[in-house]
């Protein structure tokens, strides 16, 4: 008869320390896919709502403005339902592309928290009711950079986009094709 030998601690010590760094590698792995995958999506939706603006500018001279997305006066909270509809049909796109991936849109002006608690967005944001004077917005987690919508444009005339990434926790910032939006740092703080 043949005695069994058994695993000494050292060994199955060896072994659980190799599982646990395995498993740590795959983790990270996991996070940073997870991560590259969600700044992906929040890119898409940036550049689905840009080009939907930029059409509906071609047609109106002008681009919608949050009222006209939201369908009622700005209240610096996530869009209902109904109000996401009111977007999907005013920019012509796909509901699903605006509200059902990691990063939804969220549309505001005036008074708007950016970020908003609650989530990941890819914020809209117009002038609202104070043209003919200037407005700012500026990042609450990032108070270096402040972007003005300046005196001599009304509600309409631009638009500023803007969403932190998963993966480097770094701000984008996005203005449309005409207006006169300004940031204050174009090296920390630049528009795309």
């Not at 681009?63 to 109000?83: D, E, F, H, K």
């Not at 009304?154 to 986009?161: A, N």
């Amino acid at each position: 008869m043949h005695k069994q030998r058994a695993f000494t601690l050292v060994e199955i010590l060896v072994v659980v320390t190799m599982i646990a760094i395995l498993a740590g590698i795959v983790t990270v792995g996991y996070i940073q896919y997870q991560n590259k995958s969600n700044d992906s999506q929040a890119k898409g939706l940036q550049k689905l709502v840009t080009s939907a603006a930029e059409r509906y500018y071609s047609k109106n001279l002008q681009y919608p403005t949050a009222t006209t997305l939201l369908g009622s006066a700005p209240t610096n909270n996530v869009p209902t339902p109904g109000q996401y509809n009111t977007i999907r049909t005013v920019l012509d796109t796909t509901l699903d592309s605006l509200n059902s991936g990691p990063y939804k849109l969220f549309v505001c002006s005036g008074t708007c928290t950016v970020p908003n608690a609650g989530g990941n967005y890819v914020y809209y944001l117009t002038k609202g009711s104070g043209a003919g004077s200037a407005k700012t917005y500026s990042p609450t987690d990032n108070p270096g950079c402040v972007f003005t919508f300046p005196t001599s444009e009304s509600d309409g005339d631009s638009y500023l986009m803007m969403y932190k990434t998963s993966e480097s926790t770094a701000w984008q910032f996005y203005r449309s094709g005409n207006g006169g939006i300004t940031t204050n740092d174009s090296f920390w703080c630049p528009l795309r």
